[in-house]
């Protein structure tokens, strides 16, 4: 296993940690682990590309780790009512829907990917920047009218991204005549 991949594999293992830490109200510990995670997140991939170090499993363990660390961030915040819950079920239930058609495409078609796209990219910084946010403010103990419009934009990146996937995947299919 590469340097990349391991950086992917302790963004993963400082999942359960953030979690642990939120759940004890250790805002200030959760917002280093979440940020250190977030770090982790570019590093890696930035590794790669110039050490010329991507890989098969890479690929897939690094959107993997994000969506991990995310869902597992707005669950937590949802369930300690430090975020709305129906923003957790946006973004669940977008991911979800993408998981399970790929899944399907894969299982119908064969070999069926779906890359990541710069819109989708665009969303995962601003989910990951949005969690950020409220974790700053959760240690500062305060509410801030600044979440709310990174909140709305958060949320409709999520549903246009999650629809620019899903036509991608159409589109495909089209043309490999499935």
């Avoid at 250790?26 to 890989?55: E, K, P, Y």
């Avoid at 660390?69 to 430090?82: C, D, E, R």
């Avoid at 709305?152 to 549903?159: D, F, G, M, Q």
């Amino acid at each position: 296993m590469n340097l990349p991949n391991l950086i992917t594999v302790f963004r993963i293992l400082l999942i359960p940690v953030l979690v642990i830490l939120l759940l004890y109200g250790h805002f200030s510990g959760a917002l280093g682990v979440f940020a250190l995670a977030a770090v982790t997140d570019s590093l890696d991939g930035l590794i790669a590309r110039l050490t010329n170090q991507q890989t098969r499993l890479g690929t897939y363990l690094d959107p993997m780790a994000d969506k991990l660390l995310l869902i597992s961030a707005f669950i937590t915040l949802s369930l300690l009512q430090m975020i709305p819950a129906w923003i957790t079920i946006v973004l669940v239930s977008r991911d979800l829907i993408l998981i399970f058609g790929t899944m399907m495409m894969h299982m119908i078609h064969g070999r069926f990917e779906i890359t990541p796209s710069w819109l989708g990219k665009c969303t995962t910084a601003t989910q990951l920047f949005y969690v950020l946010a409220v974790l700053v403010f959760m240690t500062m103990n305060r509410d801030s009218p600044v979440l709310q419009p990174v909140l709305l934009l958060t949320v409709l990146l999520t549903i246009v991204s999650g629809l620019h996937y899903i036509l991608r995947a159409i589109r495909t299919q089209n043309n490999h005549g499935f």
